[in-house]
């Protein structure tokens, strides 16, 4: 069993800054990728970024420039700092592991809403 859990977001005026961590955390084969996901109010649930064990980054064209995804692999932790955020931005965050065997974990998400 692996358990996801997240911390911070909140509620922030437009153009300032939140940051979000996830920490894994119960029997883990093997962290292979770690991401965020995104879900606002009636939307589908959306890539936001991604980052391997070696590092590499994805990140949806949206938040690209605006958003930075970090992991610390000796903690199994995922954060995400998020500046220059937008009234689009506000939603449910979800952090999610992939593991060297191909389980795929979710946490619970954490609002964060940003105020125009």
């Known amino acids: 069993q692996v358990q996801l859990v997240e911390s911070g977001g909140g509620l922030v005026q437009a153009g300032g800054s939140l940051s979000v961590s996830c920490a894994a955390s119960g029997t883990i084969v093997g962290i292979n990728a770690m991401g965020w996901y995104r879900q606002a109010p009636g939307k589908q649930r959306e890539l936001v970024a991604t980052i391997t064990t070696r590092g590499i980054t994805n990140y949806a064209d949206s938040v690209k420039g605006r958003f930075t995804i970090l992991r610390d692999n000796a903690k199994n932790t995922v954060y995400l700092q998020m500046n220059s955020l937008k009234p689009e931005d506000t939603a449910v965050y979800y952090c999610?592991?992939?593991?060297?065997?191909?389980?795929?974990?979710w946490g619970q998400g954490t609002q964060v809403t940003v105020s125009s």
């Open positions: 999610n592991v992939l593991n060297t065997i191909g389980s795929l974990y």
